[in-house]
Structures are given as structure tokens and as C-alpha cells.
């Protein structure tokens, strides 16, 4: 089993930056994939951004004012989140996927964090 546990969410000014936090833990192998995604009051879960060994993606909206990077050896993922918008207000969720101990697949969420962006 794999557990993701976020930090770093909060209450912000419009121009003002976050740094989330994901560390993922439990019987990991191997973590392939890790990435951010949001979802806004009454809104589907969108991705935000994902990491897989060098290579980023990101969505559209956040492009030029996000930076997500990884710190492997602690399977620990990082949203570096600037010029922040009230349309950034959302659950923050982090992802993991990849290979347990017992060689079988995983896909894991956390709980969610809070990001507000006030006007």
C-alpha cells in the first residue's frame, strides 16, 4: 500500500506564490509518475502538472508560472506555484504511480490540499 501525504496549501494574495509538498511512502518499489491536479467547487479534476524522469507536462493555464521537480531518492514530488490567480483556487491533489515491492501496480492519491487565491 501506498500512502501520499501533500503540504504547503493556504490562503494567498493574487501575485503570490505557494510551494507544495507530496511525499509518497509505503511499499514502494519503484515511483514512475508523479503529478499535481485540482479541482475547483463543483468542477471535474484537472491535471496540473506531471513529472517522469526529466520530462514535465503541464496544462495550458499554468504554463510559465508553475515548476514541478521531484527529489527521487525520497519519492517526494514539488509544485512551485507563482503569480497566482483566484482561478488557481482549488483542492490540490497529488498522484503517484508505479511499481510496489510485490511487483504490482499502484495508482495513488492523497488527501488534497487547499490553494485560495484571493483578489
Known amino acids: 500500500q501506498v500512502q501520499l501525504v501533500e503540504s504547503g496549501g493556504g490562503l494567498v494574495q493574487a501575485g503570490g506564490s505557494l510551494r507544495l509538498s507530496c511525499v509518497a511512502s509505503g511499499s514502494i518499489f519503484r515511483t514512475n509518475v508523479m503529478g499535481w491536479y485540482r479541482q475547483a467547487p463543483g468542477k471535474q479534476r484537472d491535471l496540473v502538472a506531471v513529472i517522469s524522469g526529466d520530462r514535465t507536462n503541464y496544462a495550458d493555464s499554468v504554463k510559465g508560472r508553475f515548476t514541478i521537480s521531484r527529489a527521487n531518492a525520497m519519492n517526494t514530488v514539488f509544485l512551485q506555484m507563482n503569480s497566482l490567480k483566484p482561478e488557481d483556487t482549488a483542492v490540490y491533489y497529488c498522484?503517484?504511480?508505479?511499481?510496489?515491492?510485490?511487483?504490482?501496480?499502484?495508482?495513488?492519491w492523497g488527501q488534497g490540499t487547499q490553494v485560495t487565491v484571493s483578489s
Open positions: 498522484n503517484a504511480r508505479g511499481i510496489t515491492v510485490l511487483t504490482t501496480d499502484f495508482n495513488s
